[in-house]
């Protein structure tokens, strides 16, 4: 009896995880928009400085396994981004007013983005998705979805040169916090690369030597 | 970022020359039969790196993409082995033709050449030993010559005076690291096993 007792409460407790596991995957199209965008507007806009660890998750449909990377994050509004992976290698990309500096391996390099249109909506889609400011991005079609506990904005991309790379781009934001905890990235050929970000700090000090290559 | 493009499909294009463990190819795969690279490529004063997965997905048939740090594929393709007496000869006439197929590029790779020299560095890399190797004998694989050399662990070939290969393992034979040199277009290319 004792052992009918307890496999009753071990399947019981299975279930609810199962679905709680579930409920949490599965999202609705957002009831309220509106309350959403201007959660997202009032976030981004009292937000100054973000630091965060990550974790990156290159999914080819040939692997078994996914190649995983780890980095750091470090985002200063209006127009300053630090992605730097630390391993299994070392690779820094800033964004800072419009420059792009990489230090690839030891060698590093620099492009002017305000050079090109593409650039210039590339820096502005990271720079929108990093900050949280996703309502009506230009070049991509938004949708949003939502379940108990968290935002799902999707961005499909309308400019035709970006759907060549892009699919589509999925964005997870806590509710609570409003912060963006994992970024999914489906491209053209069918493969996955998703971020997950995790230890949030907002509005710490950040210094200007985060965005300059030495 | 066009030339890093340029640079990436370059690298990928002069892949690598495998040199052989016995009966092996250059490739280190693991038990699910997958390997994952970190591929430095340097164009004069140009430099690129990034992640090159390499899976054998049935017998013989091996499947080689190529992905930026950052995580976008650039190129991801198929290549279908042959028996070794079939594909390494030239036919009167003609080279041989191998099967590959071309699963998805990046348009500003996607030319006919690049892809050609893409194919034929990948198929340097699924080739293995299967006769004796002996220093200074030729073999042809994917339609060009190549000269071969070894010792037990440290091997290296040349497939002309344009394009000098070293391969370095451990006492253990273990992989470390493969340079391609291309001297006449100034373009070196590392590869190394990395954790995934």
Redesign the interface.
């Known amino acids: 009896m004792k052992r009918h007792i307890l496999n009753i409460t071990f399947l019981l407790a299975l279930t609810c995880t199962v679905s709680s596991i579930l409920a949490q995957d599965s999202f609705e199209p957002v009831k309220d928009e509106a309350v959403l965008k201007s959660r997202m507007k009032s976030t981004a806009a009292t937000t100054q400085t973000m630091k965060c660890d990550f974790a990156?998750e290159?999914h080819?449909s040939?692997?078994?396994?996914?190649?995983?990377?780890n980095g750091k994050m470090v985002v200063k509004h209006p127009s300053k981004l630090r992605?730097e992976?630390l391993t299994?290698?070392s690779?820094i990309?800033i964004i800072n007013d419009g420059m792009m500096s990489m230090r690839?391996?030891g060698?590093d390099?620099e492009?002017d983005l305000s050079k090109s249109e593409g650039?210039k909506q590339m820096n502005f889609t990271i720079m929108s998705i990093m900050g949280g400011e996703m309502g009506d991005l230009e070049g991509f079609e938004t949708t949003y979805f939502e379940n108990e506990t968290n935002y799902r904005v999707d961005l499909k991309p309308t400019d035709e040169q970006v759907s060549?790379?892009i699919a589509e781009i999925r964005v997870y934001i806590e509710k609570t916090a409003m912060a963006v905890f994992q970024v999914q990235?489906k491209?053209?050929?069918?493969?996955e690369?998703r971020m997950y970000f995790k230890d949030h700090v907002l509005n710490a000090k950040v210094s200007e030597d985060q965005f300059i290559i030495k | 970022m066009r030339k890093y493009l340029k640079i990436s499909l370059l690298s990928s294009s002069l892949l690598l020359l495998g040199v052989v463990a016995l009966g092996q190819s250059i490739l280190t795969l693991d038990a699910y039969g997958e390997g994952v690279y970190n591929m430095q490529i340097d164009r004069k004063k140009d430099h690129f790196s990034g992640i090159l997965s390499v899976a054998e997905e049935s017998k013989g048939v091996y499947r080689f993409a190529l992905v930026s740090k950052m995580g976008g594929t650039l190129i991801d393709m198929r290549i279908i082995e042959q028996p070794h007496a079939k594909n390494t000869v030239h036919p009167p006439g003609g080279k041989t033709i191998e099967p590959s197929d071309l699963i998805y590029c990046v348009e500003p790779l996607n030319k006919k050449a690049i892809l050609k020299l893409l194919e034929r560095d990948f198929r340097l890399l699924i080739w293995k030993k299967t006769k004796n190797m002996t220093p200074g004998k030729k073999v042809i694989i994917g339609g060009k010559k190549f000269r071969i050399w070894s010792n037990p662990c440290i091997r290296s070939g040349v497939q002309t005076w344009k394009t000098a290969f070293a391969v370095t393992y451990t006492e253990n034979c273990d992989l470390i690291e493969t340079k391609i040199n291309h001297p006449a277009i100034r373009l070196h290319l590392t590869i190394a096993p990395m954790e995934h």
């Open positions: 990156q290159k080819l040939f692997m078994s396994m996914p190649i995983v990377s992605w992976y299994p290698y690779y990309m690839d391996e060698n390099s492009m650039f060549e790379f990235l491209e053209a050929s069918g493969d690369t």
